[in-house]
C-alpha cells in the first residue's frame, strides 16, 4: 500500500485577486506583505492535499549472448 504525506499550501489573497503562497501562514503573509501590500481586505486558505510518496520500482533483466533486443520487467 502507498504512503502518503499530507503537503499544506497557504494562500493569502486580497480583494483585487492579487495572491501570495507559502508552505506555512507566516511565511504566505509575510511574501503577501513584501511583494502585494495594501490595507484591504484578505482571506486566507489553508489548502491540505493527500499525496502519494515516491515509491522504487526494482527492475529486472538479462543480458543474451546474442546482440537481440531483450526487456527489462518491473517486479
Known amino acids: 500500500m502507498a504512503k502518503f504525506q499530507t503537503i499544506e499550501v497557504w494562500v493569502v ?8 503562497c507559502a508552505a506555512d501562514f507566516d511565511a504566505a503573509a509575510e511574501r ?3 511583494n502585494v501590500g495594501g490595507n484591504g481586505g484578505r ?3 489553508k489548502l491540505s ?6 515509491t522504487p520500482i ?6 543474451e549472448a546474442d546482440p537481440e533486443p531483450s526487456e ?3 517486479v
Open 58 to 63: 526494482e527492475l529486472t533483466g538479462e543480458v
Open 13 to 20: 489573497v486580497d480583494e483585487q485577486g492579487d495572491y501570495e
Open 32 to 34: 503577501f506583505d513584501e
Open 72 to 74: 527489462l520487467k518491473a
Open 49 to 54: 492535499v493527500k499525496v502519494p510518496l515516491p
Open 43 to 45: 482571506r486566507v486558505v
